[in-house]
């Protein structure tokens, strides 16, 4: 099973989603999963993690399928030599039970080990990250997944349910 997990922040709380779903081509999910966190961690520049974390760690304790691979809108790794991003601190949280895939939509520049990857018409790319498979995989992954649109359904559909609960 695959999970797409996200967080949105309103005042003091954080929504933390999860879309699960079978297979990577699914169009609908099998479940989906929401929680309010009351925030405790302010954003700080180049410590994104430190917000996010207790927020998707929360969701996925409520999961209750099995999950193989958490999709996640952000990168695994910052740069060629390694520099943990938000997928590599959720990797080590998780100790290592699943695979991370890291979508995200913003090109970071020190991230050059990023695939960049162009779904439907659009013009500008997703980039790619992984931990637990191969990058190439994890595009591939991403590639199949349902919907025209640059954003992939059900990584939308999570966007979403973090937004609205």
Known sequence: MVACLDVHY?????????????????????????????????????????????????????????????????????????????????????????????????RFRSAKQAIELLRGNSKRALYITSIGMSREEAASCISVMSGKFRIPTLLKMADELARSG
Do not use: H
């Not at 929401?34 to 969701?59: C, H, I, N, W």
């Open 10 to 106: 309103t005042g003091d709380e954080a929504r933390a989603a999860a879309v699960v779903f079978s297979n990577w081509p699914d169009a609908e999910p099998a479940d989906r999963y929401s929680v309010l966190v009351p925030e405790d961690a302010a954003y700080q520049p180049g410590k994104f993690y430190l917000r996010e974390l207790k927020p998707l760690m929360t969701v996925i304790e409520r999961i209750s399928e099995p999950i193989d691979v958490y999709v996640i809108d952000a990168y695994c790794y910052l740069s060629p030599d390694q520099k943990p991003g938000l997928g590599a601190y959720l990797y080590r949280a998780i100790e290592g039970r699943a695979c991370i895939v890291g979508v995200a939509k913003n």
